[in-house]
């Protein structure tokens, strides 16, 4: 975000987190120590007022003293359709007009035609961004959601490249008889006045819009394939015009003008429905939600559109119907087929008090739903923006193929100058000049560069997101090939997440009745499995809670309170020896060597029993640490839990590696510590615990069945409760990054190949327009192969 005009400049800032006068006072004092800096700040409103009079700070000054005081901005995000680009360089003009405006971030994507911009609210409207990308030469709105809104641009785009072809090709036909004719021997079979009449109209009517956007690109101090394609049918159309008005003893070259344009209107129309067919999952995601609910209002049922229905609303579902918001089930039974959410085409068991998500199938029976979440708080609208924010993001590898669109443009315009100046001087024929030149023009195009890598992330974010694994960003689907070392947690990881009381002794001091009524007392308000556990096996028991209090959270560790003043401890064999609690270890022992998790209760530093908890391992958690290890991945479970408890899960599971005893705090520093030793880390996850570790390793999974704190960390949401999902998250990474280089290599090689040929005269114009119009298209095609690519089931071998 850069300002470099000096003169006064007024910002008015909104303010976040101040509790008092106080606050205002200490922002005041911040900003006003920075040079050239004069600031109020109101508590009241929650503002800054701030006026800067020359040049010594800046408003990324302000907006630093700000944040260092402790206090935040509200950013908001503006996304945007644009139109008007037709290559890379275009996006890359935008995005470069945009970061000279008081904005935090900006990403244009060429291929979805979307940018994104993140901007501090108070520096800038989205008015004034979208005047600055007008004022760039292009057009841009707001971004609508919904399936319609999208499907009619898409429609629109593509109904008027299709009316552009379909007349350019109508006046081109007989030219490109004339030149076939040529080609044979004959020439001139259609007067020059005839083809001055056919090409005129395919110039400047059918090509208007290449001389609009290579007059913005222009104006905005750049170039862009626009640019070459006007150049070389102006020159090709305006040398032949000269010949036909003074009667000159030259060819004319109408022929070559009209068909590149017609050929590159075809690329471009070619190019409009390949981009569809990209985003054609989001597509097909959104259509999986019904129009309209059976709202159930006093006992009637009335149908209404899904947009009618509130939080807590009351619907129907009959059998074959979609789930038409997220919900829970008051009554009835039924199987609903996820696969939508999932990848899993087995249907789930539901009954009342589970939770059911919009445009999942509800195969058997009637459902009475309350509605939990709707329109955009939908799993999946959340689905949808993860799949979108991931489409409109840039991969590392895309960074080259900026770098080089950056300066193509000017390159080849440099070669088409030298071109026609040395075949001048060695042949000392001025038409072979110009038509190599003009050659040299119409065969670079950057656009095929600049599709290479995002086409292929869309299609590959999109497949995943079919089969039940969100990639939030194209880092996360570039960098989950690159894994070396997997880090798994053990509980809800590795095992179901989901332990049950195995064994219990309690000592002679209590009875069973107090024992469990105070363990469901201390665990009753915490979510933490092991916690769920204790409390559904003292309610199997009938067994009510006593009261105690003051309840204090040890995480890691366990729970201390008091009950009747006397000091309670329930948790870990660590935690009552630090407190001096004498515990028995041959009985704590022979738990742990069975694998199983234990948990004392001491009451006034005396202990009252032992309760081991087992927690079974998934069913394809072997299968997959096998399979992660025949891809050279190395796998290391991490865990709070003992060194035997680890080993002994770590011995089914035939994992060499483990880290056992670390507390939820330590798991950063763990992962920080393989970090440093080189390795590229990816983490997996299921709680809350595992949050800031997940954020940390450079890409991180979440299961879909894990906390949302977890989930809003990972990288790589598997929405499947499997751990194959880890498999075949890596195996879509390197099919895409696969196409993704087959794309650059084959951008390369065109360009590489193309260009000298036509500057060495080896190339007609014509044909040097059809491979410009047909590069992109093989790129795109090439990206749409990954449509095929499904989740196998996958070897350990």
Same mark, same amino acid.
Not at 254 to 261: D, G, L, R, V
Not at 314 to 321: H, L, N, Y
Not at 328 to 340: D, H, L
Not at 537 to 556: C, F, M, R, T
């Given at each position: 975000m850069s300002v470099h005009t000096h003169q006064v400049r007024h910002f008015n800032l909104p303010v976040h987190g101040m509790s008092c006068t106080a606050c205002a006072v200490r922002i005041e004092k911040v900003l006003n120590r920075l040079p050239d800096v004069h600031a109020e700040v109101s508590f009241a409103n929650e503002r800054a007022q701030v006026r800067l009079q020359g040049s010594a700070s800046s408003i990324e000054d302000v907006i630093q003293g700000i944040q260092k005081a402790g206090f935040a901005l509200h950013e908001n995000t503006l996304e945007l359709n644009?139109?008007?680009?037709?290559?890379?360089?275009?996006?890359?003009?935008?995005?470069?007009?945009?970061?000279?405006?008081?904005?935090?971030?900006?990403?244009?994507?060429?291929?979805?035609?979307?940018?994104?911009?993140?901007?501090?609210?108070?520096?800038?409207?989205?008015?004034?961004?979208?005047?600055?990308?007008?004022?760039?030469?292009?057009?841009?709105?707001?971004?609508?959601?919904?399936?319609?809104t999208e499907s009619a641009n898409r429609s629109a785009q593509f109904k008027q490249q299709k009316w552009l072809f379909l007349t350019a090709a109508l006046f081109t036909l007989p030219l490109f008889i004339e030149m076939l004719a040529m080609m044979l021997g004959y020439h001139e079979i259609i007067p020059r006045g005839i083809q001055w009449l056919l090409a005129t109209p395919v110039q400047f009517w059918c090509g208007r819009f290449f001389y609009k956007h290579a007059l913005n690109a222009v104006r905005g101090g750049s170039a862009n394939m626009d640019v070459l394609v006007v150049l070389g049918t102006s020159a090709a159309y305006l040398f032949s015009s000269v010949v036909l008005f003074f009667n000159l003893s030259e060819h004319v070259y109408?022929?070559?003008?009209?068909?590149?344009?017609t050929l590159v209107l075809l690329g471009k129309l070619l190019e409009a429905r390949a981009k569809a067919k990209t985003g054609a999952a989001?597509?097909?995601?959104?259509?999986?939600?019904?129009?309209?609910?059976? %709202?159930?209002?006093?006992?009637?049922? !009335?149908?209404?559109? #899904?947009? $009618?229905?509130?939080?807590?609303?009351?619907? @129907?579902? =009959?059998?074959?119907?979609?789930?038409?918001?997220?919900?829970?089930?008051?009554?009835?039974?039924?199987?609903?087929?996820?696969?939508?959410?999932?990848?899993?085409?087995?249907?789930?068991?539901k009954q009342p008090d589970?939770?059911?998500?919009?445009?999942?199938?509800?195969?058997?029976?009637?459902?009475?739903?309350?509605?939990?979440?709707?329109? %955009?708080?939908?799993?999946?609208?959340? !689905?949808?923006?993860? #799949?979108? $924010?991931?489409?409109?993001?840039?991969?590392? @590898?895309? =960074?080259?193929?900026?770098?080089?669109?950056?300066?193509?443009?000017?390159?080849?315009?440099?070669?088409?100058?030298?071109?026609?100046?040395?075949?001048?001087?060695?042949?000392?024929?001025?038409?072979?000049?110009l038509i190599s030149a003009v050659a040299v023009l119409v065969i670079a195009c950057p656009c095929a560069l600049g599709l290479a890598t995002p086409t292929a992330i869309m299609v590959g974010t999109g497949r995943g997101a079919q089969s039940g694994i969100l990639f939030r960003n194209a880092q996360a689907l570039e960098h989950a090939q690159r894994i070396t070392t997997l880090v798994l947690d053990k509980t809800g990881t590795l095992t179901q997440g989901t332990p049950v009381v195995a064994s219990t002794t309690i000592q002679a001091s209590i009875t069973a009745k107090v024992f469990?009524?105070?363990?469901?007392?201390?665990?009753?308000?915490?979510?933490?499995?092991?916690?769920?556990?204790?409390?559904?096996?003292?309610?199997?028991?009938?067994?009510?809670?006593?009261?105690?209090?003051?309840?204090?959270?040890?995480?890691?560790?366990?729970?201390?309170?008091?009950?009747?003043s006397q000091?309670?401890?329930?948790?870990?064999?660590?935690?009552?020896?630090?407190?001096?609690?004498?515990?028995?270890?041959?009985?704590?022992?022979?738990?742990?060597?069975?694998?199983?998790?234990?948990?004392?209760?001491?009451?006034?530093?005396?202990?009252?029993?032992?309760?081991?908890?087992?927690?079974?391992?998934?069913?394809?958690?072997?299968?997959?640490?096998?399979?992660?290890?025949?891809?050279?991945?190395?796998?290391?479970?991490?865990?709070?839990?003992?060194a035997r408890v680890a080993q002994v899960v770590a011995e089914q599971l035939e994992i060499q590696h483990y880290i056992a005893g670390v507390l939820p705090q330590d798991k950063l520093s763990e992962i920080e510590r393989l970090k440093q030793q080189g390795k590229w880390i990816a983490m997996v996850g299921d709680g809350i615990n595992d949050a800031p570790a997940l954020a940390t390793a450079d890409v991180a999974f979440a299961i879909g069945a894990g906390s949302e704190i977890a989930i809003e960390a990972a990288d790589v949401v598997l929405m499947r409760n499997q751990l194959s999902g880890l498999i075949h998250a890596i195996d879509l990474s390197q099919a895409t990054l696969s196409k993704v280089k087959q794309n650059l290599f084959f951008a390369f090689i065109y360009n590489s190949l193309g260009i000298p040929l036509a500057a060495l005269g080896l190339l007609n114009p014509v044909l040097a327009g059809a491979a410009m119009a047909l590069s992109s298209v093989s790129v795109l095609s090439n990206s749409l192969l990954l449509r095929r690519w499904k989740p196998r089931p996958f070897s350990s071998e």
């Open positions: 644009i139109e008007g680009m037709s290559c890379t360089a275009c996006s890359q003009r935008i995005e470069k007009v945009l970061k000279r405006q008081p904005i935090l971030n900006a990403q244009v994507n060429f291929a979805t035609e979307t940018a994104s911009v993140r901007y501090v609210e108070g520096l800038i409207t989205p008015q004034e961004i979208i005047s600055t990308i007008e004022k760039a030469g292009f057009s841009a709105q707001q971004k609508k959601t919904g399936i319609d109408f022929e070559a003008s009209a068909s590149i344009i989001i597509e097909q995601l959104l259509n999986l939600q019904p129009k309209q609910a059976h %709202q159930e209002i006093n006992g009637q049922i !009335i149908d209404v559109d #899904v947009d $009618q229905l509130a939080l807590n609303d009351i619907f @129907i579902v =009959r059998a074959g119907e979609s789930i038409p918001v997220d919900g829970i089930i008051i009554e009835g039974n039924s199987e609903v087929n996820e696969a939508m959410l999932t990848g899993e085409s087995m249907p789930v068991s589970d939770s059911l998500f919009a445009g999942t199938v509800n195969h058997h029976g009637v459902l009475k739903v309350r509605a939990t979440g709707i329109g %955009q708080h939908t799993m999946i609208a959340r !689905i949808v923006h993860m #799949v979108e $924010q991931a489409q409109g993001s840039k991969a590392e @590898i895309q =960074r080259l193929a900026d770098q080089i669109s950056s300066f193509f443009v000017p390159a080849v315009l440099t070669i088409s100058v030298l071109t026609f100046g040395f075949t001048w001087w060695f042949t000392d024929t001025f038409t072979a000049s469990w009524s105070v363990i469901s007392a201390l665990e009753s308000h915490s979510e933490h499995p092991i916690a769920r556990a204790l409390v559904d096996h003292a309610q199997q028991l009938n067994i009510e809670s006593n009261p105690v209090q003051n309840i204090e959270i040890l995480p890691g560790h366990g729970i201390q309170a008091e009950l009747d000091r309670v401890l329930l948790g870990s064999p660590r935690l009552l020896a630090h407190h001096d609690v004498q515990l028995d270890q041959a009985l704590i022992e022979e738990f742990e060597a069975q694998g199983q998790t234990v948990i004392g209760l001491a009451i006034n530093g005396q202990i009252q029993g032992y309760v081991g908890l087992h927690d079974s391992i998934r069913p394809d958690a072997k299968s997959t640490i096998a399979a992660l290890k025949a891809r050279g991945i190395d796998v290391i479970m991490l865990t709070g839990d003992t």
